[in-house]
């Protein structure tokens, strides 16, 4: 067995669009949706430097599995997202609660919040449901290869795709007409609350607004695509366009960009190495932010270096 | 000014943001189209493609099948199915399959509910401990929760053989007599390595019929041919041992006298080195758990890629290791 298999232009950049638009089409896809919705997110965390709130919250949902699995008795899907969103708001209101009430800063707090929460889970796991496999692994964290299988959703005779990708795609919208709804407010509290608060402003209704959306679409994506691709496309798509651009607007329109060009870069990729494909899109993704961290017209390493050299 | 700007702003977000949605509902429409296309041509001289999970189901579907099918198995050698991680041209090799087989009673995880989602829907997917009575099988936890380690005991696995064949005979009925009657001649052959089992077993001296190893995979072994059996980890490979479990064992190794203990190829060794260790006794050789062995290594004439040569070399070693 070779380390890399053989390399065919045909096999890497032809057939994917082609004959295997209905596998590795869908899963880019799908790819595409999770990363548009949490790029959506991540700009504001990555404004208001939450951007860990991600990973806090996709730790964290275990004791929400756990708590959900001692009340039902049973495995099933519903039960656990619903378990998994009540504990992803709760580590939300925890880290609000120990930052107002205490000295610790925002980003211990996170760390507090979710660590421990965490590891209330693996107790209970062991203490409660120690003979039967259950961890967010098995549970909850859904596979990318695994969603174009999925028997499609039907409207009338209207045939909608996988349920995973007709959920993101509800998401995707929802989240659309939502940020278009209260942007004015969303950007205002996020680059100034205290001026926020002085034009009447709702500054901890939209903080907890937001967190709610960042809980769902967590808790969503992980459901469909697993732990990896959510936590990465959280910050990738928002922390590309930041270093590409100051305004708000054109970082949002960027992250979208961002998405788009993670979910074909990591499609190709994973054809080619015929690996995971979720982590191939964020290798993907990360290379995108590797190329605008050096090309980036105003804050980029080559640019700068060309400028000082004209100067000296 | 600044609500000037802003309101500007969100006006041409809006608009922005629909046309986008727009263009997504397209994207998605004609995907959509693309997937409901059907594959799975049935050309009665062409070979049945199966496509298994785990290695033991696809070794049971090439003795069943014969000549007639071409099996591919998804984790190979060395992979623990309760972690394993879907590639992309797994996916393109379900897609294509004119028959999934897996193993069933959760032992492949959450795949296992794509798969019965899929079966309703029509595609041809089948469980091969699905026709086992329920009765037979070892309870693990609550809620029906069943063991899923089947394969340990070979008499129960030789009766999966029938809903293999009947799983391929829904596909090819036209072989259908060929894959039941190899599947009773396997049924005979394994009947031959049951009682060969039993009887290496009857070679351990009774006291010592004690297996302990890393994981909880040999409950049917142990329930078959009449060994206690003792895991330092539960069912799951997921959840750590905690220092008591291993207190305990270590005791319980001390008090009964047991000569050796056992590691797995897809489980981590370090827990059970250090009750080794502690408790002084030696490890014996390393047992196959959760997958076989690679394709083409033997154990005396036999290959450790088939699910004979995987019970073979696992049972010598527990024969030498205890004897």
């Not at chain 2, 394969?151 to 007599?177: I, T, Y």
């Not at chain 2, 049951?194 to 351990?204: A, F, H, L, M, S």
């Not at chain 2, 005791?251 to 590691?263: E, H, N, Q, T, Y």
Request: glycine share 10%; with cysteine.
């Amino acid at each position: 067995m070779t380390l890399v298999p053989d390399f065919s232009v045909q096999r890497v950049f032809v057939d994917p669009w082609t004959t295997g638009i209905d596998s590795h089409g869908m899963m880019a896809l799908v790819t595409f949706l999770v990363g548009c919705t949490c790029g959506l997110v991540g700009n504001f965390l990555i404004l208001r430097r939450m951007a860990l709130m991600g990973d806090a919250i996709s730790h964290s949902v275990l004791p929400g599995i756990a708590v959900a699995f001692l009340l039902t008795g049973s495995r099933g899907i519903g039960a656990m997202v619903l378990g998994a969103f009540v504990a992803a708001f709760a580590t939300h209101l925890l880290v609000e609660g120990i930052t107002r009430y205490s000295r610790v800063r925002p980003d211990a707090a996170i760390g507090i919040a979710f660590s421990t929460l965490f590891a209330l889970g693996v107790v209970l796991v062991a203490v409660f449901a120690d003979r039967v496999d259950l961890d967010q692994d098995c549970v909850l964290n859904g596979e990318l290869p695994m969603i174009p299988l999925e028997p499609p959703v039907h409207l009338g005779s209207l045939s909608l795709g996988p349920p995973p990708l007709v959920r993101l795609a509800g998401l995707l919208v929802a989240s659309v007409l939502l940020l278009a709804l209260f942007y004015k407010e969303l950007l205002l509290t996020s680059f100034d609350p205290g001026l926020a608060a002085a034009l009447g402003l709702p500054v901890s209704a939209v903080h907890h607004g937001l967190m709610l959306w960042l809980a769902l679409a967590v808790v969503a994506s992980f459901e469909a695509v697993g732990a990896i691709l959510v936590i990465a496309l959280l910050i990738l798509p928002g922390a590309t366009a930041a270093i590409l651009t100051e305004r708000m607007v054109p970082r949002l329109v960027l992250g979208v960009v961002h998405a788009a060009l993670s979910a074909i870069g990591g499609m190709h990729l994973s054809v080619a190495l015929d690996c995971s494909p979720a982590g191939a899109s964020v290798v993907a993704g990360g290379a995108w932010f590797t190329l605008a961290w050096l090309f980036s017209p105003t804050a980029g390493w080559v640019p700068r270096w060309w400028r000082s050299r004209g100067a000296a | 000014m600044l609500g000037c700007f802003l309101s500007a702003a969100s006006a041409w977000l809006r608009l922005r943001l629909l046309v986008s949605v727009d263009v997504v509902l397209r994207l998605l429409g004609f995907l959509m189209a693309a997937t409901l296309a059907a594959r799975g041509g049935d050309g009665a001289g062409t070979l049945v493609s199966v496509c298994a999970t785990v290695g033991m189901v696809a070794d049971l579907a090439r003795e069943v099948g014969g000549p007639q099918v071409a099996v591919h198995a998804l984790m190979g050698p060395g992979v623990d199915p309760h972690l394993y991680r879907a590639t992309a041209s797994d996916l393109v090799r379900l897609q294509r399959a004119d028959l999934i087989l897996y193993s069933g009673l959760h032992l492949e995880g959450r795949m296992q509910e794509t798969f019965e989602r899929l079966r309703r829907s029509g595609r041809r997917v089948a469980a091969v401990t699905d026709g086992l009575a329920r009765d037979r099988l070892i309870n693990a936890g609550g809620e029906g929760q069943k063991d899923p380690h089947v394969w340990f005991d070979v008499r129960l696995w030789a009766d999966c053989a029938d809903a293999v064949a009947e799983a391929l005979a829904g596909v090819r009925p036209a072989s259908a007599e060929a894959f039941r009657s190899r599947a009773s001649e396997l049924k005979r052959r394994w009947d031959g390595l049951d009682r060969w089992v039993r009887g290496r077993v009857e070679e351990i001296p009774p006291t010592r019929r004690i297996l302990v190893t890393s994981h909880d995979a040999f409950g049917y072994f142990g329930r078959a041919y009449g060994m206690q059996v003792v895991a330092l980890q539960g069912i799951s490979t997921v959840t750590e041992a905690g220092l008591a479990d291993m207190a305990q064992l270590t005791d319980f190794i001390r008090s009964k006298g047991v000569p050796a203990v056992f590691l797995e190829s897809s489980v981590s060794p370090a827990g059970l080195q250090r009750i080794a260790k502690d408790a002084g006794v030696r490890r014996g050789g390393e047992l196959f758990s959760d997958a076989l062995g690679t394709p083409g290594q033997k154990h005396g004439p036999f290959d450790l890629g088939t699910y004979e040569g995987m019970i073979r070399r696992n049972v010598d070693r527990i024969v030498e290791g205890l004897k």
